[in-house]
């Protein structure tokens, strides 16, 4: 089956859990990776299962605001955080705006988010991806998933080899 991986990230960490996805649904799936920007109508032509993931930013999706505000605390001196190569692109609420229905494709979305504090409180950005999947007709082949971080935004232990697991699992 045609699957491609799309991420949005900030510090890298969601572009490391979409890079453990692919290598779980290989070798079941022909997979591609690719962050948002590259995620062209080329890039999806053929597509049979779609998995989007972002970071998870004032409980939701990334906002132009918390993107200026993500690259505003990486450039913080001492902060040790890396911007990912394409962290100031569009963003998936963008890519979502001029995303073609894709009626009866299959889909799955996923997110990172702060490990130390329940979804509640967090919130996730995986429930706003997997509504816009819906919306643009897709079926969701799995339950919205979240993949945690830490408080210094790394990826917590035994997430890497999580994500490798779900990925295994979407048919
Ligand atoms: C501006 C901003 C707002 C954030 N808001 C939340 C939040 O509401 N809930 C949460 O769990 N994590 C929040 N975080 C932490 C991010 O979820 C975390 O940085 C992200 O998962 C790391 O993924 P990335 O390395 O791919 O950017 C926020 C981070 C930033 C930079």
């Not at 969601?14 to 690719?34: L, N, S, W, Y």
């Not at 001196?77 to 299959?106: I, N, Q």
């Not at 997110?111 to 996730?124: K, L």
């Not at 339950?143 to 697991?165: C, M, Q, T, W, Y």
């Amino acid at each position: 089956m045609r699957a491609v991986v799309v991420y949005e990230s900030m510090f890298g960490n969601t572009h490391v859990v979409a890079d453990h996805i692919a290598e779980g649904m290989r070798p079941d799936h022909d997979v591609t990776v690719v962050p948002v920007d590259e995620a062209t109508a080329e890039v999806l032509a053929g597509v049979e299962l779609l998995v989007v993931g972002g970071p998870t930013h004032a409980h939701g999706m990334v906002s132009e605001a918390s993107r200026t505000s993500a690259v505003e605390m990486a450039h913080r001196p001492g902060s040790g955080l890396e911007l990912d190569p394409d962290a100031e692109g569009e963003g998936l609420r963008h890519w979502f705006h001029h995303l073609p229905k894709l009626p009866g494709v299959r889909a799955a979305a996923f997110d990172t988010r702060m490990g130390s504090v329940s979804p509640i409180v967090s919130g996730r950005a995986s429930k706003g991806i997997a509504k816009r999947l819906r919306h643009h007709g897709l079926e969701l082949a799995a339950d919205p998933e979240s993949f945690l971080v830490d408080k210094e935004n790394h990826l917590i232990e035994g997430e890497a080899l999580r994500a490798r697991e779900w990925g295994e699992s979407l048919r």
